[in-house]
């Protein structure tokens, strides 16, 4: 209740801070928030060409497939890797103004989610002149998307305020950031893989988020039901947990800084 309080009393710096991590993101750019749309679009083309064309890849509606994949992993991606050093770019205003610390992390992560529904105006399009078409069953993607906003920001809570104190976190972060995408199946179906790599990617809930997103976009369906279950249960899990440790180091920012 104390974290809802102070972002009510604080809703005006974090309204400016959102903002901020989004223009800021392109300042500077000529073609500015557009690149919203243009990376995701270009990432897709050249796994596209790769994988469909040099690789010989036959799955249907491949370029869908990608795109669906992509644009949920680059939310997911970009708040990570912004998020982690959210306190330590931040460190003069930490040091001279007091400010709920968490605004910051929580910046990040919803610049992020303002970004990727942005992005999906990309799949949209996909569907529609790929020939898929679009159902009523994109209803369920925002519903998805919060999940996965509260998942990334309990990472972001976590991991921000250890890099405070293990400044090699990051780094190591984006290593294992590096192998997740791998094995996440965004550029091929778990299918396609044996059995016991198909247990081991279930463990990943990315993956589940992404099937989550293509169920709705792509294959005009409704996700699992225990599949939701299991993530919200997770998600609460991660996001309670990551806030716990925030609050638990967030004492020594000033100092550590």
């Given at each position: ?28 750019s ?130 921000s305020?250890i ?18 995408f ?5 550029l ?21 988020m ?15 039901a ?12 991660v ?19």
């Amino acid at each position: 209740m104390k974290l809802i309080h102070d972002l009510y009393n604080y809703r005006e710096l974090l309204k400016s801070n959102v903002k901020k991590e989004i223009r800021g993101k392109y300042k500077g750019s000529f073609l500015g928030i557009l690149w919203s749309f243009i990376n995701p679009l270009l990432q897709t083309i050249v796994y596209t060409i790769v994988f469909s064309i040099i690789m010989k890849n036959s799955m249907d509606n491949y370029l869908i497939f990608v795109v669906t994949g992509i644009i949920p992993w680059n939310f997911f991606l970009t708040t990570m890797i912004q998020g982690i050093t959210t306190i330590k770019s931040n460190a003069g205003i930490i040091k001279k103004v007091y400010f709920p610390r968490e605004i910051l992390p929580i910046s990040v992560v919803l610049s992020g989610l303002v970004n990727f529904f942005i992005s999906c105006l990309i799949i949209l399009l996909f569907c529609l002149f790929s020939g898929i078409g679009i159902s009523w069953h994109i209803i369920i993607v925002p519903f998805i998307a919060v999940i996965q906003f509260f998942f990334t920001l309990g990472l972001v809570f976590a991991l921000s305020a250890i890099n405070i104190y293990i400044q090699d976190t990051e780094y190591i972060i984006q290593f294992i950031l590096n192998m997740v995408f791998y094995a996440t199946p965004i550029l091929y179906q778990a299918t396609d893989l044996p059995i016991l790599f198909q247990k081991l990617l279930n463990l990943n809930p990315i993956t589940h988020m992404l099937n989550a997103y293509r169920d709705a976009f792509m294959y005009h369906s409704l996700p699992s039901a225990r599949i939701i279950i299991i993530l919200i249960v997770l998600t609460t899990i991660v996001c309670f947990g990551g806030f716990k440790i925030f609050k638990k180091l967030e004492k020594g920012f000033a100092e550590q800084v």
